[in-house]
């Protein structure tokens, strides 16, 4: 590149300098016209690339695509979005935690919690991911609440795992000197406030804690968690349907699993 002498540059400047106000004007428009002129060619083009682009593709509605969505939703939850309403699992209670704000959806006009139905489906595929990892023997549930024994009672007959429903046997966990001391490596406790003391033994033991949250649980002392209605026969059956189906098929239990139906009975 020539170098710009100094003299060439002070010339320029009086060239400059003796322009009147109208020529510097008339310049800096060529100037910005020019500039524009450049600007609207390489838009022309630009566009008329993307005409020829877009006569290419096939051009989907926002409505076609809210519904491909939808559709797909539906195809990749654990089962359809109706067995989760007509169990109530998206029910929650009037007090909500600070824990459990970050799902719920929003509040019936009598004061309920309402969760999140796809992030109930969520919690529920990670549940069983994380429970996959442990054998029978080191698993027990605990719940303590009536409406969900019978759950409890079918998913311990199909996967062998232990489970103490109504009454929990204080210091099992935490005694080594009674005889019916064992120990364990992950606890399913369905209500934290019902199921208090296992919890508390469980941590005292400092093992894994699988809990199911209602919008009036605290999840601080938990490892993963399930949420959703813990209160009533058909939402803890929904769960203990699904944790029973995915635990078989990743264990490689071979049994015929009752159909959802049987799990919302009384």
Not at 189 to 204: E, Q, T
Request: hydrophobic content about 35%.
């Amino acid at each position: 590149m020539p170098r710009i002498k100094k003299e060439d540059i002070e010339e320029n400047k009086e060239k400059l300098e003796k322009l009147t106000t109208t020529e510097l004007e008339e310049a800096a428009e060529a100037e910005s016209l020019a500039t524009e002129e450049t600007l609207d060619s390489k838009k022309k083009k630009l566009l008329e690339k993307a005409k020829k682009l877009a006569e290419k593709i096939d051009v989907t509605t926002s409505e076609e695509l809210k519904e491909k969505v939808k559709e797909k939703k539906k195809k990749d939850t654990l089962i359809p979005l109706e067995d989760y309403v007509r169990s109530g699992i998206y029910l929650g209670t009037k007090v909500v935690t600070p824990d459990m704000r970050p799902f719920v959806y929003r509040r019936r006009a009598d004061g309920l919690a309402i969760f999140n139905t796809d992030i109930i489906d969520d919690k529920l595929k990670e549940a069983t991911e994380y429970l996959s990892k442990f054998n029978p023997e080191d698993i027990i549930v605990v719940c303590k609440r009536q409406a969900g024994w019978r759950a409890v009672q079918m998913f311990s007959e199909i996967t062998g795992i232990r489970i103490f429903t109504k009454k929990y046997p204080a210091g099992i966990l935490t005694n080594t000197k009674l005889p019916n001391f064992f120990e364990i490596e992950l606890a399913i406790i369905c209500d934290s406030w019902l199921d208090k003391n296992a919890l508390a033994d469980v941590r005292k033991v400092r093992k894994k804690v699988l809990l199911i949250c209602d919008t009036n649980n605290h999840s601080k002392n938990a490892d993963q968690i399930i949420i959703g209605n813990n209160k009533h026969n058909k939402s803890l059956g929904v769960m203990f349907y699904l944790l029973t189906r995915e635990y078989a098929k990743a264990k490689g239990i071979e049994t015929k699993i009752p159909e959802l139906d049987e799990w919302l009975k009384e």
